[in-house]
């Protein structure tokens, strides 16, 4: 398959507004992204040929932002809406091995949904995990390292090295990654189970790399500094900082300053993955 | 029809800054008597059911299936 016949869903309703940055890092690679609105999918209150079914794509992305006010919880309402009108598309579409992408509000989504972690299905029924609000209590909002990890499950980034350093701003308040909090035997065991099934894709760094580095650097709290996850194959893949803010090297925080590296952004890897993979795949 | 508050809140150990930083407000403006302050949400809805155990029943799946994330809440169902 050629770049361009790879059809991306970038899906937004009221609060998304991190869609054109995504939207725009797809197309300048050559695939085919479209922006379509969750009524689209739902197949409501929409003009005749509106309608879109995710048979169509071959990526669907949740971009950042906010999405219905982020009332009762970030992501809550977009998840709970996706659940009650395309649950069993959403499932069949990882099932078959497409490629499923979420920043920041995305990510918050994915969680809520139950396609990340997912330990036991494809899709669980109740999230098995949350992004809570960060250790901190405010907004955290610059640029944070993030130290790549995984061993080449994630299919979203297979064009990074392991232990490669990236730089990517993040924007969040909640943000803090946790599972079950039961008793401390359990979550660690589920904890180990993200890292033996090379489930952990990103973790929040310091300068040399240290994954243990607390707040700045860790910017919500996160236990292990979890930035990133992937689901059990690797082709759902969600993170809180936002890799199509940083496409372009002059979009760094240290542009003016410095000037230097490769035309290429520490986010643009991630797209570069992904596209690689549907056209090796489909 | 029945009347219903669901207050949510959060399992102990789940870290609280919204309820830490109102605590550390208040401590500035002089109110020292405050030990300790936990933030919640509260539902109040106007539910149509047969039943008292029916509507129950109806809260604890919404509780479930939106009102809360299991991992780190609590919920307490209260009839006005």
């Not at chain 1, 909640?174 to 660690?188: I, N, R, V, Y």
Request: proline content about 4%; glycine content about 8%; hydrophobic content about 35%.
């Amino acid at each position: 398959m050629k770049a361009e016949q790879v059809k991306v869903c970038i899906l937004r309703m009221e609060g998304t507004n991190c869609e054109q940055e995504t939207y725009d890092a797809f197309k300048r690679l050559g695939a085919s992204p479209e922006f379509v609105h969750l009524k689209q999918l739902e197949g409501r209150d929409t003009n005749e040929g509106e309608n879109r079914s995710l048979e169509d794509f071959h990526i669907l992305m949740f971009p950042g932002g906010f999405s219905a006010g982020d009332y009762i919880r970030a992501g809550a309402i977009f998840a709970a809406r996706l659940k009650a009108s395309i649950k069993d598309d959403m499932v069949k579409f990882i099932e078959d091995g497409k490629a499923v992408g979420g920043f920041c509000n995305g990510f918050q989504i994915m969680v809520e949904l139950g396609i990340l972690p997912a330990f036991d299905s494809t899709m669980i029924e109740h999230p098995d995990a949350v992004l809570h609000a960060n250790d901190s209590g405010t907004f955290e909002c610059r640029p944070t390292l993030l130290k790549h990890v995984n061993k080449g499950k994630c299919v979203w980034t297979t064009k990074l090295d392991e232990g490669e350093l990236r730089l990517i701003p993040s924007a969040h308040a909640e943000g803090k990654f946790m599972l079950p909090h039961g008793s401390q035997e359990k979550e660690d065991a589920l904890y180990q189970r993200l890292f033996d099934e090379d489930r952990i894709v990103f973790r929040y760094a310091d300068t040399e790399g240290d994954t243990d580095a607390a707040y700045p650097f860790n910017p919500n709290g996160s236990r292990f500094n979890i930035a990133g996850l992937t689901n059990d194959k690797g082709n759902v893949f969600g993170m809180m900082p936002h890799p199509e803010r940083v496409f372009f090297r002059n979009t760094h925080p240290d542009w003016l300053r410095n000037r230097i590296g490769p035309s290429e952004g520490d986010g643009r890897s991630v797209f570069e993955s992904v596209i690689e993979y549907v056209m090796e795949n489909f | 029809m029945f009347t219903v508050e669901v207050k949510v809140g959060l399992k102990k150990g789940v870290s609280d800054p919204e309820g830490a930083n109102t605590h550390k407000s208040l401590e500035l403006l002089g109110f020292g008597e405050v030990k300790e302050v936990k933030s919640l949400k509260l539902y109040r809805m106007h539910i149509e059911a047969d039943s008292k155990e029916e509507a129950v029943k109806r809260v604890e799946e919404m509780c479930m299936k939106i009102l809360t994330n299991p991992v780190i809440h609590t919920h307490e169902i209260e009839f006005l």
